[in-house]
């Protein structure tokens, strides 16, 4: 995904709703949006309500939104016991995959930013450790 001519700027969210725009004005952001089960329609809605259904696979490509488990739970802190695993994939630059929707996403560079809703601010402490370890830092 990334050229030796460009930098690419990876952006993990746990929030709405600016990560469109983002993707939309910049050609070198990856968004990557970890939400509930319940919370992937919406997020699709808003892709769709952003391009106004005018969008290119190659900018698709850069918004990754999926969950790293199935529940039929109405509860969106059930998406962070998952959080670190997922984190840690994301840092070592894996591919990552919904295991609710079977889409697959191929591997880009670890997350130059991550951004937490101030609810789950207390997972901050399980994910600091997994950044420092990862980058060298």
């Known amino acids: 995904m990334s050229t030796p001519t460009k930098k690419i700027t990876h952006i993990l969210f746990s929030a709405f709703?600016?990560?469109v725009r983002l993707v939309k004005e910049?050609?070198?952001v990856v968004v990557t949006l970890l939400l509930a089960p319940k919370l992937l329609k919406k997020a699709q809605y808003e892709i769709s309500a952003e391009f106004n259904g005018e969008i290119s696979d190659a900018t698709r490509k850069r918004i990754r939104?999926?969950?790293s488990f199935q529940s039929d739970s109405d509860d969106p802190?059930?998406?962070?016991?998952?959080?670190?695993a997922v984190y840690q994939s994301l840092l070592q630059g894996k591919p990552v995959s919904c295991p609710l929707t079977g889409a697959?996403?191929?591997a880009v560079p670890a997350p130059s930013v991550l951004i937490l809703d101030m609810s789950f601010i207390s997972r901050l402490s399980e994910v600091h450790p997994l950044t420092h370890s990862t980058s060298g830092a």
């Open 26 to 28: 910049n050609e070198n």
């Open 104 to 106: 697959k996403f191929e």
């Open 17 to 19: 709703p600016g990560w």
């Open 77 to 84: 802190f059930v998406v962070f016991p998952s959080l670190p």
């Open 65 to 67: 939104v999926f969950s």
